[in-house]
């Protein structure tokens, strides 16, 4: 610990938080790359992904309530 001086720190924090980056990388795009297509991700991480569930869901919903 005292060889790394001021620099200790850093090295217990950015070594797990760039492990779980790199790790989370390798996961999606090298063994399964394609389970999303890019625009499903995009809209996961705005929020404004809605699966075909969700709207079936919804279509129920809107017949049964009358206006």
Do not use: D
């Not at 090295?11 to 797990?16: K, M």
């Not at 090298?30 to 809209?43: D, E, G, H, K, W």
Request: charged share 20%; glycine share 10%; no cysteine.
């Amino acid at each position: 610990m005292q060889k790394l001086g001021p620099f200790a720190s850093q090295v217990f924090w950015v070594g797990p938080i760039g492990g779980g980056i790199l790790a989370s990388l390798l996961y999606n795009y090298l063994l399964f790359p394609r389970s999303m297509s890019m625009s499903t991700r995009v809209a996961i991480v705005k929020g404004t992904y809605e699966s075909e569930g969700e709207w079936e869901e919804k279509e129920k919903s809107m017949e049964m309530t009358s206006p």
